[in-house]
């Protein structure tokens, strides 16, 4: 086995960590803008398996990162599903509302799903013929809380307000949607493996908003049933998991949910992530996103920080949360520099 994706996944120490970037596919480089202008809009462009796999490959050919992420988002699968979905341009996402059990019933469920999402498997076929040999093609969903706020909110919302009400207003209609998200996340996920995405990550930006009792059944639990039923059907599939801003939560993540890497913030430090959450597998992340916008010795010196305190262990190294679109890609340039002068 020679990618070293898949090494780090494996839980091997590498002289210096393999590197991928969360969002590394966006509106910070100029030939994402153009490609996206050609395919018209964001969601036009994620359903076209050509125009998709030519944005996937850009930071590739641009920076040599040694993971693709499939070009997608995590709302694809409840439009899938047969939510209304679309993009308010400078605003973010609107989706139809789930407040009800009629809302939830005109859902559907199973093989359908596919008809909207074929082209996404046609994106991963298209990468996995032409990405370099020593790139790891990282399939992704979101996990099945985080689409739930998206979903019952119909927006994107600071606290997730709307979908703590309905947990706590109507805790039975809460709890079908989420089990809904996790079949269909699963079945999304498979279909991704089949295609050739030899990695799978599950995206929880909004883990952190659950707390206590319902971060171990809507957070955690969702993540085991979906790594343990991906996992049976692919023994070797490595899964990553991001909980974020879980903070003690990361604790024991990798054990719980049984997933080969937790990805981890900014909010908590490389080096209290080295003592608590490596030694149950591979780290991800965690430097802070703005560094991209600011670069310069801040970011050449965090860099060089989060590389020493993560080099006991297996470490992937990335951002924190994904970059913005204010990011020079210089900075980038410089990041990927000084990780690999690291060894
Ligand atoms: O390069 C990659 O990381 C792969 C593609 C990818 C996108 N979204 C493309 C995208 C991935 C993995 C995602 C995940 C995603 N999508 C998450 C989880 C990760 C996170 O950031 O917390 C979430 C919450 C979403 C939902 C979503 N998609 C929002 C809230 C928005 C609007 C905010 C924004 O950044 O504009 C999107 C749009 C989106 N998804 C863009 C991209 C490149 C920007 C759209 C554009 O080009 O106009």
Same mark, same amino acid.
């Given at each position: ?15 210096? +960590? ?81 407040? &009800? ?20 498997? #046609? ?81 929880? &930006? ?22 343990? #039923? ?48 490596? +030694? ?20 050449? &010196? ?11 262990? +297996? ?29």
């Amino acid at each position: 086995m020679t990618k070293t994706i898949l090494r780090a996944l494996a839980g091997e120490t590498l002289p210096t +960590p393999p590197i991928w970037m969360m969002r590394q596919a966006g509106r910070y480089l100029p030939e994402y803008r153009a490609t996206r202008g050609e395919a018209g809009d964001f969601l036009s462009l994620c359903y076209n398996p050509e125009l998709a796999a030519e944005v996937t490959l850009q930071p590739i050919r641009r920076y040599g990162f040694d993971a693709a992420i499939l070009f997608a988002d995590i709302l694809l699968l409840p439009q899938a599903l047969g939510a209304d979905l679309w993009f308010v341009t400078g605003e973010g996402p609107r989706l139809s509302t789930i407040q &009800s059990q009629a809302d939830f019933d005109k859902l559907g469920r199973g093989e359908m799903i596919h008809d909207t999402l074929n082209p996404v498997y #046609e994106t991963v076929r298209i990468l996995s013929k032409e990405l370099p040999k020593e790139t790891t093609l990282i399939g992704f969903a979101g996990a099945p809380w985080t689409v739930a706020t998206y979903m019952i909110a119909g927006r994107g919302t600071p606290d997730q307000g709307p979908a703590h009400a309905l947990k706590a207003e109507n805790r039975a209609l809460f709890e079908k949607l989420i089990e809904r998200l996790t079949e269909g996340t699963i079945d999304y996920l498979t279909e991704q493996v089949k295609a050739g995405a030899e990695v799978i990550k599950i995206f929880d &930006s909004w883990a952190g908003s659950l707390k206590g009792e319902d971060f171990d059944k809507y957070a955690l639990e969702p993540a085991r049933i979906i790594t343990s #039923e991906l996992k049976s059907r692919f023994p070797d599939l490595p899964v990553i998991a991001f909980p974020r801003q879980a903070g003690d939560n990361y604790i024991g993540f990798h054990e719980k949910a049984g997933v080969d890497c937790v990805a981890i913030d900014d909010s908590v430090s490389a080096e209290w992530a080295a003592q608590h959450v490596q +030694p149950g597998g591979c780290v991800q992340g965690n430097l802070k996103n703005t560094h991209m916008v600011t670069g310069g010795e801040a970011l050449v &010196s965090e860099t060089k920080r989060i590389v020493k305190a993560l080099s006991n262990g +297996p470490h992937i190294f990335n951002l924190g949360h994904g970059i913005t679109p204010d990011a020079d890609p210089e900075n980038v340039k410089l990041m990927i520099e000084t990780v690999r002068s690291c060894g």
